[in-house]
């Protein structure tokens, strides 16, 4: 898929109004439609809910989308939402490309609907220009330890560590004093229950 | 407590502490340091024949030094494991040896002075991180005369004094005289809600802890009266608004107002104390035979750590909310996860808390880590570093700056190559930032992707602009911890996001000032939060190349700019961003036509027209 031409379809979210309050987000799509390699371009109102997935999918489909671009939050948050959204549309997951126009744009700019609507077509403009460029990745798989170490032997130590060994896990539990018990074990009653603490 | 001790299937490994972790989630490596214990445990019967001769009395940390210990001493009763302790620092068996008296008598032959410390080696999955919190030290708060009265009390004191297990046998006595006190007051916010002592944030818990304890009082000695000063009473919880109501029922008395000072009568040896109730709109004297501080919850302090040994925060790279505890990978949405996969939260390391909400957090903690542990495998990110072995001079540069060790050094003389090993690649893309020879490519953040960035972020009006580099973890994260705080900022700054600061390449920087950047950013995580080890200081030291460089040059090096941002701290990003946009203005036309002059005449971007082609064919080749 990398040696063709790249397709980039480019998908912004209004995110309600956290987006599209501050951002002209119909003007920062009808740049996107004039970048190069771009040949799609879908607006939504929620581009993470089920709907607006869908939208990503059916553009891969249609436009045989080889690259999307996701103009909408931090990929900080659905980063892994959107990858496995282009992975079950037959696209691999590395790439899809995210242009934080919210926690970075919108959101700090809200007094300036120009300069952010600049900004964000900027961003836009640079993760096309990223997305033109990907590669796509495959993951490896590592097997894993299946053991556990608590360091803290209080009560969240040691109910944590009651968890996983109870749910079969080997566990390792650090304590740095000569007992377990943390703090908990001095106090003479808890509330609400005002029962023993130990 | 005595079900950890004896689950088969957890080792519980006391008078222990985290030295190193390696590795990644799936697969980390600790290292743990068990102090000797000089009592072997298994053999141990807790007889105590061993402290009735022990010559040595310290104050008692468990009864919170208002009784006296011995040297080897039962931690406390219902210590697990069930063993008596011997506290080698304040122990005569050690250099030189001046005594031996429980080696004598202990029947069992448990104790010996000759074990060492052991270092071991643990492989695991995933880890928990419970290291708690400490209760706030009260001295600061000099007008309540904690460090001179004796009967002004730590909630922690108190509830010694409470218990039955405590230095008095549950026998609540002030302890100037020994005798109960007839009339007790409590202090709310001792160390917490203030700006200008202790920390700012609520501590959570102390409200009801107080109620609790006038409740305690009230069971023991029903006459007592009792006086709890109050800014206001949070009882926000399941079952919290019943029990502040029982304890108003109780008679307690409520009185809204701080005391600005406490003195002792000296005549009467009463506690006076001086309060403006700010309900009645009057100043009341109160006298009192003992007065608790309820004191709040402050984060462990990172030079906790003993033997000035790391801090479990900075083996970790945890970092810290404004707070000082630290920082979960979201607040709602990950709120037990640590930015580092495969490491979680549970108890107060993460907030102050109660048992209950730690207990809650401890299981959601577990189930996090007993997901991964469950899933039997875990995929890594493809972010990691490839050798394009035509381009290799086979020099060690890569090798030497790896904080992983994941790069097999190369051998010029034998004709190998270096080797990088996958597994261990963290992604950083520092080697792929300081290759001379660009035969490394870091994958999903090659050269040719973010130059595609720079060049699309400064096709148009490049002078309103400013190129900023920002780490995944750290300043990208910061950045939008500004943003879910709806700081405001100017709008001049462009973000191009690399897992590391590391990753930025001289390269990178010359790139955008030749394109005509009028300033750049380089960001990236505070030494000690570096999610790589140190990669951080070779950001630093190249930064620091450029600078040299760029006077050279006849380029004004405060032109670039190099800022270390956090992920909590969302208020320095926003003022680093109205700072930049300030010194943008400094920056002409005219300078930056100028350097773009000169950088032509270098070569230290790639020339225009020969943009750097992504690597397709290495991709398809690395091993699955």
């Known amino acids: 898929m990398s040696d063709e031409s790249p397709r980039i379809g480019v998908f912004v979210c209004e995110c309600g109004h956290n987006i599209a309050g501050t951002v002209d987000t119909a003007e920062v799509a009808r740049f996107a439609a004039g970048l190069p390699d771009v040949v799609a371009v879908v607006e939504n109102r929620y581009t993470c809910a089920d709907p607006g997935q869908q939208e990503i999918q059916k553009a891969i489909a249609e436009h045989k989308l080889n690259r999307v671009v996701i103009a909408s939050c931090t990929p900080k948050i659905h980063e892994p939402t959107f990858r496995h959204c282009v992975a079950e549309a037959g696209l691999n997951p590395y790439l899809m490309e995210m242009a934080n126009v919210r926690e970075h744009c919108s959101w700090v700019h809200m007094k300036d609907r120009a300069a952010a609507t600049a900004k964000a077509k900027d961003l836009v403009a640079s993760a096309v220009g990223r997305a033109a460029r990907l590669v796509a990745q495959d993951e490896k798989t590592f097997p894993v330890t299946d053991a556990a170490l608590v360091i803290g032997g209080g009560v969240a130590g040691i109910q944590a560590a009651l968890e996983l060994a109870d749910g079969g896990h080997q566990v390792y539990l650090i304590e740095r004093g000569p007992s377990i018990g943390g703090i908990m074990s001095a106090l003479d009653k808890t509330f609400p229950t005002m029962d023993c603490s130990i | ?624």
């Open chain 2, 1 to 624: 407590m005595m079900d950890a001790g004896r689950h088969p299937r957890i080792e519980l490994l006391v008078n222990s502490e985290v030295e190193d972790v390696t590795g990644f989630v799936g697969n980390y490596r600790a290292t743990v340091r068990r102090r000797a214990s000089y009592v072997d445990a298994s053999e141990c019967t807790s007889c105590g024949d061993c402290a009735d001769v022990c010559p040595v009395v310290v104050p008692d940390e468990y009864q919170q030094g208002l009784s006296s210990r011995r040297a080897i001493h039962l931690p406390f009763p219902q210590a697990v494991p069930s063993s008596y302790y011997l506290d080698a620092a304040s122990c005569l068996g050690f250099n030189p040896i001046a005594c031996g008296k429980c080696l004598e008598v202990c029947d069992k032959k448990c104790i010996d002075f000759d074990v060492t410390d052991e270092l071991l080696d643990l492989e695991v999955g995933t880890i928990v991180v419970a290291t708690g919190m400490e209760p706030y030290d009260p001295r600061p708060y000099d007008e309540y005369g904690y460090a001179r009265f004796d009967d002004v009390v730590t909630s922690m004191e108190f509830e010694r004094l409470i218990c039955a297990g405590g230095p008095s046998a549950g026998e609540l006595v002030r302890p100037s005289d020994g005798k109960v006190p007839q009339r007790v007051g409590f202090i709310q916010c001792v160390g917490s809600r203030s700006t200008t002592r202790g920390v700012p944030y609520c501590s959570n818990i102390c409200c009801m802890n107080t109620v609790k304890q006038t409740l305690q009082i009230a069971e023991h000695y029903p006459a007592a009266r009792q006086t709890v000063f109050y800014i206001d009473i949070r009882a926000f919880g399941k079952g919290f608004e019943d029990l502040y109501r029982r304890s108003r029922e109780e008679g307690v008395d409520y009185v809204r107002g701080l005391p600005g000072s406490v003195v002792r009568d000296p005549e009467t040896g009463e506690l006076v104390v001086q309060v403006e109730n700010t309900l009645a709109g009057r100043r009341e004297e109160h006298r009192l035979d003992m007065l608790v501080l309820s004191v709040g919850l402050v984060p462990r302090k990172l030079e906790g750590a003993t033997n000035g040994r790391r801090h479990i925060d900075e083996i970790l790279s945890l970092s810290h909310t404004s707070d000082g505890f630290v920082m979960e990978s979201h607040p709602k949405l990950k709120p037990v996860d640590a930015p580092t996969r495969g490491v979680y939260f549970a108890g107060c390391v993460e907030a102050p808390k109660d048992v209950k909400d730690s207990v809650t957090q401890a299981g959601a903690a577990a189930v996090r880590a007993a997901n991964v542990l469950g899933a039997g495998q875990v995929r890594i990110e493809a972010i990691t570093a490839l050798l394009v072995p035509d381009l290799c001079a086979r020099c060690k540069i890569c090798a030497d700056v790896c904080p992983f060790n994941a790069i097999v050094q190369a051998d010029k003389k034998a004709g190998l190559d270096p080797e990088f090993i996958e597994a261990a690649c963290a992604g950083c893309g520092t080697c792929a930032a300081e290759c001379p020879f660009d035969a490394i490519v870091m994958r999903h953040f090659e050269d040719a992707q973010i130059e595609a960035q720079i060049d699309a972020i400064l096709a148009t009006d490049p002078l309103e602009k400013i190129v900023a580099f920002a780490c995944n973890w750290c300043s990208y994260a910061g950045g939008d911890n500004a943003g879910t705080s709806r700081l405001q900022y100017p709008p001049a700054i462009r973000l191009i996001r690399t897992m590391c600061s590391g990753r930025v390449d001289q390269r990178f920087i010359w790139h955008a000032f030749e394109r005509g950047a009028p300033l750049v950013l380089v960001s990236g995580c505070h030494f000690a939060d570096c999610h790589y080890i140190d990669a951080v200081t070779w950001t630093q030291r190249r930064v620091e190349k450029v600078w040299t460089k760029m006077e050279k040059l006849g380029i004004r090096p405060e032109r670039l700019q190099l800022e270390w941002i956090s992920a909590a701290e969302g208020q320095k990003f926003a003022r680093v961003m109205r700072e930049l946009d300030a010194m943008l203005r400094g920056v002409s036309a005219e300078e930056v036509a100028e350097t773009v002059r000169i950088l032509e005449k270098q070569k230290l971007s790639r020339p225009k027209g020969v943009a750097a082609k992504p690597e397709p064919a290495l991709a398809a080749a690395a091993p699955a």
